[in-house]
């Protein structure tokens, strides 16, 4: 086992965590409208235009006017690998030249934006406005364990409300398995994967979660907690709350990575949490299709 059973068990703790507070985000911005349409039925042998009330459920808009991305949930993944690519590209940039400044104001926003769009599911855009901007300030300059995980619980949440909407189940799935695929090359053979994140633990600006202990320090990092928790958020489209099954998969396969790791070894966690999420969704078809 790479961590002690303590450091590991704060970590899965953590990872549900952000999971059901994700998927309550996800709820929370759904909302249910009556809405007319009309329907032809028989009566006494002939075609009769009723009109009738069905409920249709749809997502809130962001706050302050932000936009979701445009794009079609059947080829979503397109744009969405397309974005991650530019995303590590830029951020390898950043790491080279060692650009503090630009990686501080990305990392600002990011979180800010991200944080806004989760509180707003929870409280008024105006005490969310607030709360987002004091927990990105502190996050980014003045950075403790706390603030850090805490807001940590939060942000993929924000990030699962602005994709879930536009993306479909086709579409993550294919997401599944090309992060699942970068991330092993990532970590196991350019290895940049493992220079970003020494780089972020470093300056105290890592996206994930990050809890140091002794002299170590055990991370996760945050593709590792959006990406299961969008797969959950499109099943939660259709399956309502059965989606946490899927959570509970794939905190079982990250467990098991975590006992099955060595000290002073680095591991792609999305090809197991993408095994975690699949055998989820086959348990949640089997049970309530």
């Not at 994967?193 to 020494?198: G, R, V, Y």
């Not at 780089?199 to 979660?209: D, N, P, S, Y």
């Not at 945050?222 to 509970?248: C, E, R």
């Amino acid at each position: 086992m790479k961590h002690t059973t303590t450091i590991t068990a704060v970590l899965i703790i953590l990872f549900l965590l952000t999971q059901v507070i994700g998927l309550k985000t996800i709820s929370n911005y759904i909302v249910v409208k009556d809405v007319v349409k009309k329907e032809t039925v028989i009566e006494d042998g002939k075609e009769v235009v009723k009109e009738i009330t069905v409920q249709e459920e749809s997502f809130e808009e962001l706050p302050y006017g932000l936009e979701r991305p445009q794009v079609k949930e059947k080829t979503g993944y397109l744009q969405i690998a397309l974005a991650m690519l530019m995303a590590t590209i830029l951020a390898l940039i950043l790491l080279k030249y060692r650009a503090l400044r630009l990686w501080k104001l990305w990392f600002f926003l990011s979180v800010f934006f991200t944080l806004l769009i989760a509180f707003n599911a929870f409280i008024s855009q105006t005490f969310a406005l607030i709360l987002a901007l004091v927990f990105a300030s502190f996050k980014t300059f003045k950075n403790n364990v706390v603030i850090h995980n805490f807001s940590e619980l939060f942000i993929y949440g924000g990030l699962a409300v602005i994709f879930v909407p536009v993306v479909n189940l086709v579409s993550i799935i294919v997401i599944l398995f090309l992060i699942s695929i970068y991330d092993f090359i990532a970590v196991w053979k350019t290895k940049h994967m493992i220079k970003l994140a020494k780089f972020q633990a470093k300056i105290k600006l890592f996206a994930g979660l990050f809890i140091p202990y002794g002299n170590k320090s055990a991370i996760l990092g945050g593709g590792d907690m959006g990406f299961p928790l969008l797969f959950a958020g499109v099943l939660f489209k259709t399956y309502g709350w059965n989606a946490i099954i899927t959570v509970i998969t794939s905190a079982i396969a990250l467990t098991y990575l975590l006992i099955k790791s060595e000290n002073n070894k680095y591991y792609p966690a999305m090809p197991f949490l993408t095994v975690g999420c699949l055998l989820g969704f086959i348990i949640i078809k089997v049970m309530f299709s």
